[in-house]
Nanobody, 123 residues
Framework: QVQVVESGGGLVQPGGSLRLSCTAS????????TGWFRQAPGKEREGVSC???????YYQDSVKGRFTISRDNAKFTVYLQMSDLKPEDTAVYYC?????????????????WGQGTQVTVSS
């Protein structure tokens, strides 16, 4: 059974940092790509960043220089380190996994999704 679980969300002040974790289980992970998406109230879900099991990485322009994605294949975990957070980063953050070495931020390309974790940036 495939499971994708996110953790690490919370409330943080503007300029603060959070690290999200995504742990996947139930299938072979060394030929997959993992993406982080977010959905703010009233908006569509958008791709934030993604990484392949071979280390190919992509960032959405609005998070470049502030967010860092990484993975620990031994722990089947992908991290999203978020720094210099802004109120517009407030959203539910989702992790998703696809059976491919090609990372994309198109949500239609992903098969397995986590339940989401809330990130709120507010003073």
């Amino acid at each position: 059974q495939v499971q994708v679980v996110e953790s690490g969300g919370g409330l943080v002040q503007p300029g603060g940092s959070l690290r999200l974790s995504c742990t996947a289980s139930g299938f072979i992970l060394n030929e997959t790509a993992t993406g982080w998406f977010r959905q703010a109230p009233g908006k569509e879900r958008e791709g934030v960043s993604c990484i392949s099991s071979r280390g190919l990485i992509y960032y959405q322009d609005s998070v470049k220089g502030r967010f860092t994605i990484s993975r620990d294949n031994a722990k089947f975990t992908v991290y999203l380190q978020m720094s210099d957070l802004k109120p517009e980063d407030t959203a539910v953050y989702y992790c998703a996994v696809r059976r491919s070495l090609v990372p994309t931020t198109d949500r239609a390309d992903y098969t397995y999704w986590g339940q989401g974790t809330q990130v709120t940036v507010s003073s």
